[in-house]
Nanobody, 115 residues
Framework: QVQLVESGGGLVQAGGSLRLSCIAS????????MGWYRQAPGKQRELVAS?????NYADSVKGRFTISRDNAKSTVYLQMNSLKPEDTAVYYC???????????WGQGTQVTVSS
């Protein structure tokens, strides 16, 4: 099993920045890809960014968000710049199990961008 704990959410004005962090613990050797998803009220959960063998971003965040990993600390980060009100959502950390194909999820952290 893998446990994920996010931090760094909050309230910020449009144009501001936030940095999310996610620390993995447990059987971290099972993880290949880590990423961030978000879910806004009334909408489906969507991929924001992921990092494994390659790095992927949702079109809506390209050029504004940056995902990074520190494997020594078992941590993945999401640097969010030029935030917009439409970025408001609960952000979830995700880790993919390379052996079972299962996905692990954090508890989520709220990001609110005011206009």
């Amino acid at each position: 099993q893998v446990q994920l704990v996010e931090s760094g959410g909050g309230l910020v004005q449009a144009g501001g920045s936030l940095r999310l962090s996610c620390i993995a613990s447990g059987r971290i050797f099972r993880i290949d890809v880590m990423g961030w998803y978000r879910q806004a009220p009334g909408k489906q959960r969507e991929l924001v960014a992921s990092r494994g063998g390659s790095t992927n971003y949702a079109d809506s965040v390209k050029g504004r968000f940056t995902i990074s990993r520190d494997n020594a600390k078992s941590t993945v980060y999401l640097q969010m710049n030029s935030l917009k009100p439409e970025d408001t959502a609960v952000y979830y950390c995700n880790a993919h199990d390379r052996f079972s194909g299962d996905d692990y999820w954090g508890q989520g952290t709220q990001v609110t961008v005011s206009s």
